[in-house]
């Protein structure tokens, strides 16, 4: 029988959020490592929210860094949080990695429930 676990994001310190201070790919910030192998996954849920005034177009890098990998979000000025990913799945050791069109001014929040066989 699976069991659930519902963990932080691995690039979150204690929970908190995660600054998007890249503005493009060659720096762009981990938000999450998924489980290693095969035989369990990661559902994750993310959350942008900006601090600035200006929409900005956020984009994460799920599991690769080619374009057609990319989930891309413009996420409003000052519009609190908005749900990026709403328990994509992941495994393998693949990383999710986020940058914005404008640095610093989105935080990412979230959190993953690890299925494990």
Not at 36 to 51: E, F, L, P, R
Request: net charge negative; hydrophobic share 45%.
């Amino acid at each position: 029988m699976a069991t659930l676990s519902e963990i932080l994001l691995s690039g979150s310190t204690n929970g908190k959020a995660i600054t998007v201070s890249g503005a493009d790919t060659s720096a762009a910030v981990t938000v999450h490592t998924a489980v290693a192998g095969t035989s369990d996954h990661d559902k994750v849920w993310i959350y942008a929210v900006n601090t600035g005034s200006a929409a900005v177009l956020v984009t994460l890098e799920w599991g690769e860094t080619d374009a057609d990998g990319h989930i891309e979000v413009t996420i409003d000025g000052e519009g609190g949080a908005v749900l990026v990913t709403p328990g994509f799945c992941l495994q393998n050791g693949l990383i999710v990695k986020a940058f914005a069109a404008t640095a610093d001014v989105i935080s990412l929040h979230g959190f993953v429930h690890r299925v494990t066989a």
